[in-house]
Structures are given as structure tokens and as C-alpha cells.
């Protein structure tokens, strides 16, 4: 009896430590969120982690930002505690402590996300539109950088003047994959449908170090720009990754989040946060997957029990 | 010298004489004057047609706004204004109404070669949706506009 009581605290040792070890193998991340008068910042911040953490492969920590009339300067998260910054954030610009916290993580190989509006606040952080590379509204014209698209089978840089940032009204919409030997759109679909979004388009900045992954055509007939518009890209600043993601609206008009329940998504958000904490992808491509005529929703925020069966 | 007197005061009140020097103000818009658009609300559609037993056609214009993004339709606020197109005079500016169409629907269904404007809305708030934004349950309303 003496020994199944050793054998029984030994297994249950033994698990206790594996679990511990599985738990510190996840990737921490931070989500920067708030002060978004045109998106439900609350619930889009929601389900990004409820996203990412459905994965198993990451823990999330959502950190508020002041509200707009309170002091900015009392937002100091700690960068270097985390794998990866997830920015989801519409407001002030961080105070320049913080912003200088920021560089540093990234330039010395913290990873970033930027999902859809973060590339419209803080246009006047230097630093930050050379990290999202390209950006939109907020007074950003000719003197941010080039308006870039596809065209052609080739990257546009357009400097013709204008302002930066035009979006019709929410509709579905076919991304097509660019660059398909990336680790983040490896095996996924030549083309797939995304579910209803805002389709930002005229989007201009830096663009330097920067690798446009995935693109859709903003069609004229339907107020759009007529360009095939970046939709994610990569940029690499210092040694460190960030993966923008355009889409992902989530709307305060009412409070709604249908944008960020497409699978192709939130697929591309967890491949896109994996390559940029770890510059590598481990994730196989779900038999869920949209393609260009089926679009296919994650109402719940995770993978379907059957999703992971096949890899592409 | 009375009666010459009294004549030309009425000469310097008459409107007769005073027109002469009239300047009528300088029209400063194009398509459509800028006090009928309210505030938040963007032209999106217009067409001509004859609408009233004048030759001249009438210029009916959609102005719309958004009034909320759910799954598989939209909301919007909208009004019309319905223009002269050779005085140029502000004929009618509708109320706003609520609908998930944004349609400018001109037809002359009553064949007495003049067109009618059709409307379809429901009332502000007066309106419901499942917990995921879908199934829209109005009470709908129908009408016209015709002169």
C-alpha cells in the first residue's frame, strides 16, 4: 500500500512539474488597449486574448491605458516582462518614458502586433510609424511616406500627395497571399474570403524593412480605392518583429466583434503573434480555413475540435 | 409741389424702383445648397426627373449616415431633398428615417408621367436584433412622395 501511495505522489509530482514546465513554455503577451472613441476597444481586447490564449500557446495580460482626460504618463507597463506586445489602441500618444520603453523592447527583439485601427493613433511617434510601417488618418499625407499597394505583381511606392487613410462602408472581402513561402501565410489558401470588416485603404508611411504578406482589392464599385490595399505585412525594426494585421474592427456602433470571428482572422493573428515572438511558426494550417468562396466563423474564439486534423 | 413730392416718395419707396439696383446673391454651390445638409449626414445618391407638372426636372437627392455595422446588414439615417433644377429652389427636405437600405426609389408607378419618391423605414429604436446582431425585426413603414 506504502508503495502505490509513493508511486501516486511521484506520478502526481511528476505531472505537477510537467505542467509547470508546459505553462512557462507559453508565450506571454501584453495587449496595449483603450481610449478608442470609433471601436469597442473593451471587447475586441477581449477576444484577442480570448483568441490567442484558446491556443494553448500564450498567456494574455490586458493593460488599460488611461482614459483620454487622465495622464497618459501613468501608463508605464513593463515591455520586457513579455514575449510580445499586442497593440489594439486608438488614443494618445504614450508618454515619452514609455515610448522610449517601447523602442528599446522592439529594437532589442521584442515582438509586436498591430491589429487593424492601431495604425491610425500617435502618427506624430517617429518610431512608431517606422514600426507599423504604414499608417492612416491623423493628419498623415506625403510627408509620412509613400502610398504603398500592389500592382502588377509588384510592390507600389506612390508619392503622390494626399492624405493617408480611406475606408468604404464594412463589407466581405477576398485576401490574396503575396508572399506564400512566409511563415505566417505558409499553406494558407492563394486567396480565401474574409468575413465583414472595414477594408482600410491609401495607407502611407515609412514602409522601410517591410514585406507585404497578404493584400486585398479594394473594389471602386463599392467606394473603395480601386488598389489591391496591404492588408498584413511585416516589418523588422531593430531585432525585433512586428506582424500589422488590418483587419479586426470591432464596433462600438453597437458593440459587436463580427469582424474578429472569421477564422482567416484569427488564424493569422495567432500565426502572425507566434512569428513575431518567436520568428517562427509552429502552427499547422486548420481544416477550417476559409477559401475564397466559403468564409467560415470561430464564434467562440477557438479552433473547432476537428479543425487541426489536416495540414495543407 | 405737394403732389410732386408725394410722388417721389413714392418713387424712392417703391419696390419697382429699388429692384432696379437689386443684386441678387451670388449662388455659391453646385449641386445642392449647403443648409439642407445636416450635420453627420453625406450626399450618396441623386437623380433627375420629372417629378411636378413644370418642364424643368426636379434634382431628388439621398443623404445618408450611418447608424450601426451588424453581421450581415447595415443601418442608416436618411433624408431627401428634392431640388429645382432650373430655379434652383428647395422644393421639400424630408424628415429622417431609419432603414437598413440606403435607395433612392423613383418611379412613376401611377403612369401620369410625373415620378414619385417611395420610402421604406421604421422608427428610430423601434427595432430588434439576437445577441449576435442578427435577425432585424421592425415593424416597417411605406409612403410616398409626389406632387
Request: charged share 25%.
Amino acid at each position: 500500500m506504502k508503495r502505490y501511495k509513493a508511486f501516486a505522489i511521484g506520478l502526481l509530482l511528476v505531472l505537477g512539474v510537467l505542467t509547470e514546465c508546459s505553462a512557462k513554455e507559453k508565450i506571454k503577451a501584453m495587449i496595449v488597449t483603450g481610449q478608442d472613441g470609433s471601436h469597442w476597444w473593451k471587447g475586441g481586447s477581449d477576444a484577442i486574448k480570448q483568441i490567442l490564449e484558446n491556443s494553448d500557446l500564450f498567456t494574455v495580460d490586458i493593460l488599460v491605458t488611461p482614459d483620454w482626460d487622465e495622464d497618459i504618463g501613468l501608463y508605464d507597463p513593463q515591455f520586457n516582462l513579455y514575449d510580445l506586445v499586442i497593440i489594439y489602441y486608438g488614443g494618445n500618444t504614450l508618454a515619452q518614458k514609455t515610448r522610449k520603453d517601447f523602442e528599446k523592447y522592439v529594437a532589442d527583439g521584442g515582438g509586436v502586433v498591430v491589429v487593424h485601427s492601431s495604425i491610425v493613433p500617435m502618427d506624430d511617434w517617429e518610431e512608431y510609424n517606422k514600426m507599423i510601417g504604414l499608417g492612416a488618418w491623423n493628419g498623415r499625407n506625403e510627408k509620412d511616406g509613400p502610398y504603398v499597394y500592389w500592382q502588377n505583381d509588384r510592390i507600389v511606392y506612390d508619392y503622390s500627395p494626399g492624405e493617408a487613410g480611406h475606408h468604404a462602408l464594412q463589407h466581405p472581402f477576398v485576401i490574396t497571399t503575396r508572399i506564400a513561402e512566409h511563415p505566417i501565410t505558409k499553406g494558407l489558401p492563394k486567396t480565401w474570403k474574409h468575413f465583414k470588416d472595414e477594408l482600410y485603404g491609401k495607407t502611407r508611411g515609412p514602409a522601410q524593412n517591410m514585406e507585404i504578406l497578404a493584400t486585398a482589392y479594394d473594389d471602386p464599385k463599392l467606394d473603395g480605392t480601386g488598389r489591391n490595399e496591404p492588408i498584413l505585412w511585416t516589418v523588422n525594426y531593430g531585432k525585433g518583429h512586428v506582424f500589422v494585421s488590418l483587419m479586426g474592427h470591432a464596433g462600438n456602433d453597437p458593440e459587436l466583434r463580427y469582424s474578429m470571428e472569421c477564422t482567416g482572422f484569427q488564424v493569422t493573428l495567432l500565426r502572425g503573434a507566434e512569428w513575431a515572438a518567436t520568428a517562427n511558426v509552429t502552427q499547422k494550417v486548420p481544416k477550417d480555413f476559409p477559401t475564397e468562396d466559403i468564409i467560415t466563423l470561430r464564434k467562440e474564439f477557438k479552433a473547432p475540435f476537428n479543425a487541426l486534423e489536416l495540414e495543407r | 409741389m405737394g403732389k410732386i413730392t408725394a410722388f417721389m416718395l413714392f418713387l424712392i419707396w417703391s419696390p419697382i424702383v429699388w429692384s432696379q439696383y437689386h443684386i441678387s446673391e451670388t449662388r455659391t454651390w453646385d449641386d445642392y445648397p449647403p443648409e439642407v445638409q445636416k450635420p453627420g449626414f453625406g450626399l450618396h445618391k441623386s437623380q433627375k426627373v420629372q417629378m411636378d407638372d413644370n418642364p424643368p426636372l426636379e434634382v431628388v437627392l439621398l443623404f445618408s449616415s450611418n447608424n450601426g455595422h451588424y453581421p450581415y446588414f447595415d443601418l442608416f439615417k436618411n433624408y431627401y431633398v428634392i431640388i429645382d433644377n432650373y430655379s434652383k429652389e428647395v422644393k421639400y427636405v424630408s424628415n429622417v428615417t431609419i432603414s437598413n437600405e440606403r435607395e433612392l426609389q423613383l418611379e412613376d408607378r401611377d403612369n401620369d408621367g410625373k415620378f414619385e419618391l417611395y420610402r421604406k423605414y421604421f422608427k428610430d429604436d423601434e427595432f430588434m436584433v439576437d445577441k449576435d446582431g442578427n435577425n432585424l425585426k421592425v415593424i416597417w413603414n411605406y409612403n410616398s412622395i409626389q406632387f
